[in-house]
């Protein structure tokens, strides 16, 4: 089987294509990537004999063509993902996430290849002040970026309805682990407090999120891949919610700081309160377990950016592999 992955020199991404070659029965397995800012090839096994890597992007449609003529099956992970840099620019979201994904389903079309694995986020939702959403959910996006999630949501599920394409959709909540651009607020914190710096926080620090560990949500997505159903939707959490602040003050526990590294910034536009989603359905259905205690998950995270400056440092510096 040839598997088609999208995005795979990101965070996730990488995350899951690691872990396939990592099993005795890997498939082979195609990355494509346009190696933005965010990708970088060191995420990548620098030689295995079933993984091959394609530079270039998912709004080509002709080497997607190409590509997806020769795939059995697409886990579409390419994405512009932070969501301040959305709130400073839309049109690069626009273009690749909904125009990228469409491509995509177009190509998957074409060649009759399924399943078509949409990986998504749960920001598509909203905020929600209690409880959790289930997958049927009205979306209520409130940033450029999970606007153009939602957008993606809506047309891959377009695709199965119209068409019969096998599509299923993954809501997950927030990831984190190694390998994660230091963009994000763990890595960013981690990276900052090691190197003496300060760490933003935004607002009152209230905002709340559900934590999921990367390889839990690559598990996940395993699942959806080859048990779930087709114009399905599955959420994917992590069962561990904190408020930023109580995140930060994990953060610095764990890098030895205190509070005075802190600075209290402005809050972001449109900052959702609260994500939940409510992941019975991966459970029940397909097995779905996190097996990563967050407290253990976060701790080796820290050691992991501890150890591995060598990755991290030319990526802030902005020197990475391109």
Not at 115 to 120: E, G, K, L, N, R
Request: charge should be negative; proline fraction near 5%; hydrophobic fraction near 35%.
């Amino acid at each position: 089987m040839n598997l088609l992955v999208t995005g795979a020199a990101g965070f996730i991404g990488s995350a899951y294509v690691r872990g396939l070659l990592a099993a005795p029965d890997a498939p082979d397995i195609t990355v494509l990537d346009r190696l933005t800012y965010a990708g970088t090839l060191t995420n990548l096994p620098s030689a295995h004999p079933r993984l091959e890597f394609v530079q270039g992007d998912i709004c080509d449609a002709g080497l997607v063509d190409k590509l997806t003529a020769d795939a059995d099956q697409v886990v579409h992970f390419a994405a512009e993902s932070h969501v301040d840099r959305s709130i400073d620019g839309a049109g690069t979201f626009v273009r690749t996430n909904v125009l990228g994904t469409q491509t995509l389903l177009d190509a998957a079309l074409r060649h009759g290849v399924g399943p078509f694995v949409h990986v998504s986020t749960d920001e598509v939702y909203g905020s929600i002040a209690t409880g959790s959403w289930p997958e049927d959910h009205p979306l209520s996006p409130n940033s450029p970026y999970s606007a153009s999630k939602a957008s993606s949501d809506l047309i891959a599920l377009a695709y199965h309805r119209t068409h019969g394409l096998d599509v299923r959709v993954t809501r997950c909540s927030n990831n984190y682990g190694p390998h994660q651009y230091p963009e994000k607020v763990i890595p960013l914190f981690v990276t900052n407090l090691l190197d003496g710096e300060q760490v933003p926080l935004y607002g009152d620090g209230h905002n709340v999120r559900d934590w999921l560990h990367v390889e839990d949500h690559c598990q996940a997505l395993d699942l959806v891949r080859t048990h779930g159903r087709p114009g399905e939707v599955y959420n994917i959490g992590g069962g561990t919610e904190l408020t930023n602040r109580e995140l930060t003050g994990l953060l610095l526990d764990a890098c030895g700081a205190g509070w005075d590294r802190v600075d209290h910034v402005p809050d972001r536009k449109g900052h959702d309160l609260r994500y939940s989603v409510d992941w019975t359905k991966a459970r029940t259905e397909l097995g779905y377990r996190p097996r990563h205690d967050f407290a253990t998950g976060l701790a080796d995270t820290v050691a992991w950016y501890r150890d591995h400056r060598d990755w991290w440092e030319p990526l802030k510096r902005g020197a990475g592999t391109r």
